[in-house]
């Protein structure tokens, strides 16, 4: 069974300040997805890294594959308001015979205006 | 057409009733999911159709009852639950396989009296 620990599990900071959330595992993944849930809304996909050591950014927001992909961090320069929300990773194990996503454990973001 | 669409948004019921949960998507995607959500949680997977066929039973009670009438539709058939299924029920779909991208709906909060 793939598990995903999501770190930290909450944070709360200052509008302008950068900040990072990690997804780990154990178990090697053949992508990995990044979603933002904002209360009372259903998750939205922000990103999809496939290949080790991949970067991609989105506007304030950069996301990475660790080199054996087993791991994923997402970096927010400058954070807003509007960045409030559950930020959850989840895994891609079907080249190793999951045929379902994993999820993470989750990191509840809040920015203080 | 980019969306998941759920009804109801928030469903109070008894544990004697019976409801229905709905879900549609017209993206042509082929893999409809329904999750469970507890606050400040991640969703857990309850059932995956995939190309109208259910794929993916997570061992969920059989008060919760799973329909897939054509590739746009999915229902959640209630009956008989418990308190502790009060939770968000989201659906979302995902274009082939069960570990692509989701898109989610916005949830329907159900309250079990």
């Known amino acids: 069974t793939q598990l995903l620990e999501q770190s930290p599990q909450f944070l709360s900071i200052q509008e302008g300040e950068n900040l990072t959330v990690y997804c780990n595992s154990s178990?090697?993944?053949?992508?990995l997805q990044w979603y933002r849930q904002e209360p009372g809304e259903g998750p939205v996909l922000l990103v999809t890294v496939v290949t080790g050591g991949e970067v991609k950014k989105l506007k304030r927001l950069t996301f990475q594959f660790g080199d054996a992909r087993k791991d994923s961090s997402l970096h927010i320069t400058a954070a807003q308001p509007g960045d409030t929300g559950l930020y959850l990773c989840?895994?891609?194990?079907?080249?190793?015979?999951?045929?379902?996503?994993?999820f993470g454990t989750g990191t509840r973001l809040t920015i203080i205006p | 057409d980019t969306e998941v669409t759920q009804t109801p948004k928030h469903l109070v019921m008894g544990m004697t009733n019976k409801k229905s949960l709905k879900c549609e998507q017209h993206?042509?995607?082929?893999?409809m999911y329904w999750y469970k959500q507890k606050a400040k949680k991640p969703p857990e997977l309850m059932f995956v159709?995939?190309?109208?066929?259910?794929?993916i039973n997570e061992s969920v009670p059989s008060r919760f009852s799973p329909e897939c009438p054509n590739s746009s539709l999915l229902n959640l058939h209630l009956h008989a639950l418990q308190p502790e299924d009060s939770a968000l029920y989201l659906c979302?779909?995902?274009?082939?396989?069960?570990?692509?991208?989701?898109?989610f709906g916005e949830g329907s909060r159900l309250t079990v009296l």
């Open positions: 159709y995939s190309y109208e066929k259910l794929s």
């Open positions: 979302a779909s995902s274009l082939i396989t069960s570990t692509g991208e989701l898109f």
């Open positions: 993206m042509g995607h082929r893999a």
């Open positions: 178990s090697v993944f053949s992508s």
């Open positions: 989840a895994g891609d194990a079907s080249n190793f015979g999951n045929e379902k996503l994993t």
